[in-house]
T-cell receptor, first 111, second 116 residues
Framework: GQQLNQSPQSMFIQEGEDVSMNCTSS?????WLWYKQDPGEGPVLLIA?????ELTSNGRLTAQFGITRKDSFLNISASIPSDVGIYFC???????????FGTGTRLTIIP | DTGVSQNPRHKITKRGQNVTFRCDPI?????LYWYRQTLGQGPEFLTY????????KSRLLSDRFSAERPKGSFSTLEIQRTEQGDSAMYLC??????????????FGPGTRLTVT
């Protein structure tokens, strides 16, 4: 099935650094969501975006709904060890209840 | 805690056996979803229920797969005659059916299936 493209595929950063990642699609979405997944667990919802151009924050996390409705961005400021994991974007369209997920960005913090 | 729960968390089975997984959604959510996730990939949609009605099924859901939600509460996903390619994490999610939050799906911890 279709999967959205996320970049980078993986990131190796030091604690305290800021992180940026993005998600792109060939088709538009009405809603974008960002999830974090730890090994052996289900994805946890971080942020939901509903309007093109919208910028939403959740603590140290900030996400943006791209104005073309074909992309979204996630920033993490001042990373801490518990930020380690895989971040997935997901798109949703009205009248179609499934979420289409991205390929994931794996975040690793170097000691 | 009233999050989504799934049982079992892990299942190892031999090829050709049948397996059944259970999902209990968040109590006030009447939408329930099943996804499958293989290693290194994002979750892929399998099927969706609104209350007890199964309203959408992916082409990934072959004839060997069946899902039910008989009373509109918990759901079961059964795989018959398992194959090694069925090895994956099976994730359940739920959401409310109305309001902006209906687009926000909350996932359970998943059931990891290994077919030997």
């Amino acid at each position: 099935g279709q999967q959205l493209n996320q970049s980078p595929q993986s990131m190796f950063i030091q604690e305290g650094e800021d992180v940026s990642m993005n998600c792109t699609s060939s088709s538009i979405f009405n809603t974008w969501l960002w999830y974090k997944q730890d090994p052996g667990e289900g994805p946890v919802l971080l942020i939901a975006l509903y309007k093109a151009g919208e910028l939403t924050s959740n603590g140290r996390l900030t996400a943006q709904f791209g104005i073309t409705r074909k992309d979204s961005f996630l920033n993490i400021s001042a990373s801490i060890p518990s930020d380690v994991g895989i971040y997935f974007c997901a798109g949703h369209n009205f009248g179609n209840e499934k979420l289409t997920f991205g390929t994931g960005t794996r975040l690793t913090i170097i000691p | 805690d009233t999050g989504v729960s799934q049982n079992p968390r892990h299942k190892i089975t031999k090829r050709g056996q049948n397996v059944t997984f259970r999902c209990d959604p968040i109590s006030e959510h009447n939408r329930l979803y099943w996804y499958r996730q293989t290693l290194g990939q994002g979750p892929e949609f399998l099927t969706y229920f609104q209350n007890e009605a199964q309203l959408e099924k992916s082409r990934l859901l072959s004839d060997r797969f069946s899902a039910e939600r008989p009373k509109g509460s918990f759901s079961t996903l059964e795989i018959q005659r398992t194959e090694q390619g069925d090895s994956a994490m099976y994730l359940c999610a739920s959401s409310p059916s109305t309001g902006t939050g209906s687009y926000e799906q909350y996932f359970g911890p998943g059931t990891r299936l290994t077919v030997t």
